[in-house]
């Protein structure tokens, strides 16, 4: 019988997938270290997230569950409208599977940092991964300050713009813009009623508006804005968000839903610019080489619209953590591919249609509303439950 052979991590990546990879690999008895290019906490700074049912079993899988589910705000559905406020589908929760739970990302990041050096793990900011030599004993990190790092494996957290997919896989693919840029804030004393629990989303006539009214009036809303050139983070950053909430408002002049009450409440400092969003091709073809290996966004990023991405992540960390406590690096590296893969990829294949409506343009969202309308009396709950039902069983071996 095989056995395992990993003692020691690197964990290129402190966002999601890093830190909860680390954690589940020393419940492996595995020591991992996170290694973080920014200086400060991680690039944490990104408005409301869901953590799907699926992604909260696998909290739970690490002990996690409880510490960080209180965080968020049940969201029971999600109903669709168009720029009138006109409903066009409801999605609600298939029957029997909790609620997900929308998170504020910065308290997530807080949250998972505390935890994480809580439990005697060492996260390193400033270490900027930019090459990693792989030999018969281990493998080497190189960062961009000139330091250094060595373990029995690497593994890559580091997000849509991976590094390592690329030390991995040379020609692997890498994203694309979407076409849109993402906004975000919370509010208080929002004169819009109560969304009792549910996520509303309009297509509106020239942008895309997501909000969540909670019974004691503070909301939390996004926008995707059409944007057709590309753009990058630095570049959106630049300008003032004065200007970003006067030209949001002004993209919403027509439409009859919330956006205007919501924006026109938003503070300049309390609006978050997100950025460019960005798709991933459905496939990555190589997730490990050597001693190396992707997790996380980096090997399967769905896109920004489905609410599966940190969810995904998650389930992803815990998965190879149970597949590297059981077996040796190569054969573990395997069988968390073939446990992975089909399941990432058929989320992301149907949920990539979603960014494509937000960027089309007035027909396009004529279609969509049609498209829409249809779906959502043929489309039962029931039907997504494979997604939300997923679950780990952290004590079950796994073979090669
Ligand atoms: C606008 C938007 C909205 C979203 N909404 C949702 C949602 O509602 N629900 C949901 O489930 N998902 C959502 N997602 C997706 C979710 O954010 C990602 O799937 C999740 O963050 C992936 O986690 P990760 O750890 O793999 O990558 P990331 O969170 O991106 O973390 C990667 C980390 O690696 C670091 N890094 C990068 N390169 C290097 C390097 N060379 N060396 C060292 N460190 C490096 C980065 O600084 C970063 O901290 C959304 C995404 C976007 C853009």
Redesign the pocket.
Known sequence: MSTRDTRTALV???????PIAAMALQQAGIEATV????TGT??GK??G????PN?QDALDAVGLGELLRPLGVPMTGIVMQDWAGRRLAEFGNPPGVPPMQLVWRADLYTTLYGETERRGIRIEHG???VDAVDTADGVTAHFADGTTATADILIG???????VRTLIDPDAPGPSYAGLI?FGAQVQGSTTPSTRSKMNMSFGKQAFLGYQVLDDASAIWFVNLPHPEAVSAAETKQTPSEEWLRLLSSKFADDRTPARELIGRTAPEDLIV?GP?ENMPPRVPVWSRGRMVLV???AH?PS?SS?????L?IESAVELARCLRDLPHQEAFAAYEQLRRPRVERVIRETTHKNSAKAAGPAGRVVFAMMMRLFGRINKPEKMAWVFDHRIDWNAPVTA
Not at 35 to 38: G, I, L
Not at 49 to 52: G, N, P, Q, Y
């Open positions: 290129i990546g402190g966002g999601i997938a890093g290694f973080e290019a920014y991680a690039d990104g408005g997230m869901t953590i799907a992604g270490k900027r991964l957290a580091d997000g849509i713009r991976s590094t993402s997100v969003v996380g966004d980096s990023a920004s609410g599966q991405g940190a969810s992540s």
